[in-house]
T-cell receptor
């Protein structure tokens, strides 16, 4: 079952923060985050495994709440280069090892 | 290190025809996954190949098939094309099988079915 991402779209100014959420109705084994710019291939951001760990890279970090089956992606002090569509991909515990992606969150950072 | 390459980049076909898409993974990567991307459905998993064996298959009809060669290159075939097959087809490679591995996506093949 496809995870639900929210919000569907967000517009912010350079330097502002944003949070993108990804929720599943099923128990998750892992959550993956990717960013795709228009006309380009999705780029890997990070993987979170069950256990509630939080990961970060530069000013982009993510958390995984195993109890809520929810992951959140945090973008701090957004840069123009952060613009794009963010997808979460989820792997359900106990199922075949494949990713099911959400419908994406379109993030636009304005100068 | 060269990235994932896909050929052709663009393809126009008519209903009823068949099409073959090709994907060359990053050197050393043995897993290749295929995805269909459409505005309405987003990214949908088609199948994954590892060491020339299909490891996983998504919820697509049998018209969609694939294979992987000994050099890890993979092909995807769609027979009896339908209008709804128009999409961007992405392949992604990773070192190992299983989704807890970073996947590197290719630029995709844009298929248009008329």
């Amino acid at each position: 079952q496809q995870p639900v991402q929210s919000p569907q779209a967000v517009i912010l100014r350079e330097g502002e923060d944003a949070v993108i959420n990804c929720s599943s109705s099923k128990a998750l084994y892992s959550v993956h985050w990717y960013r795709q710019k228009h006309g380009e291939a999705p780029i890997f951001l990070m993987i979170l495994l069950k256990g509630g760990e939080q990961k970060g890279h530069d000013k982009i970090s993510a958390s995984f709440n195993e109890k809520k089956q929810q992951s959140s992606l945090y973008l701090t002090a957004s840069q123009l280069s952060y613009s794009g569509t963010y997808f979460c991909g989820t792997e359900v515990s106990g199922s075949a090892r494949q990713l099911t992606f959400g419908s994406g969150t379109q993030l636009t950072v304005l100068p | 290190k060269a990235g994932v390459t896909q050929t052709p980049r663009y393809l126009i076909k008519t209903r009823g025809q068949q099409v073959t898409l090709s994907c060359s993974p990053i050197s050393g990567h043995r897993s290749v996954s295929w995805y269909q991307q459409t505005p309405g459905q987003g990214l949908q998993f088609l199948f994954e190949y590892f060491s020339e064996t299909q490891r996983n298959k998504g919820n697509f009809p049998g018209r969609f098939s694939g294979r992987q060669f000994s050099n890890s290159r993979s092909e995807m075939n769609v027979s009896t094309l339908e209008l709804g097959d128009s999409a961007l087809y992405l392949c992604a490679s990773s070192l190992k099988t299983g989704s807890t591995n970073e996947q590197f996506f290719g630029p995709g093949t844009r298929l248009t079915v008329l």
